[in-house]
């Protein structure tokens, strides 16, 4: 007679119940810190691109000093993105809770193929996630630090609005 368990389930209902908790503490750090504006919008509209972050990701990764004030403005605006999307700590930490709750589910209720293989390897990564946002928040931090002298040095020239079209 196979005794079946359920331990792993109730331990993912206690890791769902932890994440839950750690959303909501993850809105009101964003709340009390006003972080729900339209403004917050605007400003990850305005986070640099992929292809304009290619040039700076060794100054990002390395907090090095970008060699022109250019490179050194692309680096801050980078970093500055980064840090305010990683700076609150409850959301990475409910959802790699919330990740590790769900694997466990998984592990409990499916059959050997796929899923399980996946629910395996999502629980380690899970467990690594707040370590990886506070790598990439230091090295942010270290490249704002080195790159925001000479950033002030450089100079945005206005673009000049397109010409009128004629009729």
């Known amino acids: ?67 022109d004030p250019a490179l050194a403005h692309l680096t801050v605006r980078a970093a500055e993105h980064r840090v305010r999307r990683l700076d609150n700590p409850w959301l990475v930490s409910g959802a790699s809770v919330n990740c590790m709750g769900i694997s466990l589910f998984s592990i409990h209720y499916s059959y050997p193929g796929p899923v399980l293989w996946m629910a395996f390897a999502l629980f380690p990564l899970a467990l690594c996630a707040p370590f990886v946002r506070q790598v990439a928040l230091d090295r942010a931090r270290r490249a704002l ?23």
Do not use: Y
């Not at 359920?6 to 009101?28: D, E, M, R, T």
């Not at 750090?29 to 509209?45: G, I, N, P």
């Not at 630090?145 to 009729?167: F, G, I, K, Q, S």
């Open 1 to 67: 007679m196979i005794v079946q368990t359920h331990a792993l389930p109730l331990l993912g209902l206690l890791l769902q119940s932890a994440a839950l908790v750690l959303f909501v503490l993850g809105a009101i750090w964003s709340f009390r810190r006003k972080r729900f504006t339209w403004s917050e919008r605007a400003l990850a509209r305005e986070e640099p691109t992929s292809a304009e972050r290619r040039p700076v990701r060794a100054h990002l990764r390395d907090g090095t000093v970008a060699p």
């Open 145 to 167: 630090e080195a790159n925001r002298e000479l950033a002030a040095l450089h100079v945005v020239v206005p673009e000049e609005p397109a010409a009128p079209r004629e009729r």
